[in-house]
């Protein structure tokens, strides 16, 4: 399996623009996360999903961010509008129902927001 | 706040010594387990001790989980350059489903 999958690498836009990032998860897992980490506040849980089900979103930083995951395969996390403190690396990381919670990381999503 | 604080914040050690990493968290576990991530790249998981054993080997990774004191410790001996990364420690916890609650991790650097 190729792993989990994030697009883009890197993002940079300015602020008050759109950001759509994205994840594929490893075929099978059936949780999925969405991690921001900055030096500041280090990796926060912003939301996970099981069987494509939002369970806690109480990371959420603010009503500017939504996630969804329309099915098994992939998942996106939406930032409208962006601010500059948006600027963080993204992760997303699935799991397998029964693997001891045992996650998978993608290469992560560099955002710049200028 | 968090669940799991990494002690030391930052090691620096040459190669050949031996590095211990820290970990407390507060609440009851099901499993801890240790990652680690290079720079620039996303976490991999390293060793995973589950809350009624007291220590686990894998090659040069050496855990330890003391239940009573609510800490762990992550022993990597004869230290490679390589191992120069950042080390987390996350707990696995029955209220928290399927979600990990990771430290803010511990910056390891080995130089040669």
């Known amino acids: 399996d190729a792993g989990v999958i994030q697009s883009p690498r890197h993002e940079v836009t300015e602020m008050g623009q759109e950001v759509t990032l994205r994840c594929k998860p490893i075929?099978?897992?059936?949780?999925l996360f969405w991690y921001r980490q900055t030096m500041m506040r280090g990796l926060e849980l912003l939301i996970y999903?099981?069987?494509?089900?939002?369970?806690?979103d109480s990371g959420m930083p603010e009503d500017r961010f939504s996630a969804k995951m329309p099915n098994a395969s992939f998942s996106t996390l939406k930032i409208q509008p962006s601010e500059p403190r948006d600027s963080a690396v993204y992760f997303c990381?699935?799991?397998?129902?029964?693997?001891?919670?045992?996650?998978?990381f993608g290469a992560g999503t560099r955002l710049s927001v200028l | 706040s968090q669940q799991g604080e990494e002690d030391p914040q930052a090691l620096s050690i040459q190669e050949g010594e031996n590095a211990t990493m820290n970990c407390s968290y507060k609440t009851s576990i099901n499993n801890l387990q240790w990652y680690r991530q290079n720079s620039g790249r996303g976490l991999v998981h390293l060793i995973l001790i589950r809350s009624n054993e007291r220590e686990k080997h894998s090659g040069r990774l050496r855990v330890t989980l003391d239940t009573s004191k609510k800490s762990s410790s992550l022993l990597i001996t004869a230290s490679r350059a390589a191992d120069t990364a950042s080390y987390f420690c996350a707990t696995a916890n029955p209220q928290a489903g399927t979600a990990l609650i990771f430290g803010k991790g511990t910056t390891l650097s080995v130089s040669s």
């Open positions: 990381a699935s799991s397998e129902t029964g693997a001891k919670n045992i996650q998978y």
């Open positions: 075929s099978g897992h059936n949780s």
């Open positions: 999903f099981n069987n494509n089900v939002p369970i806690d």
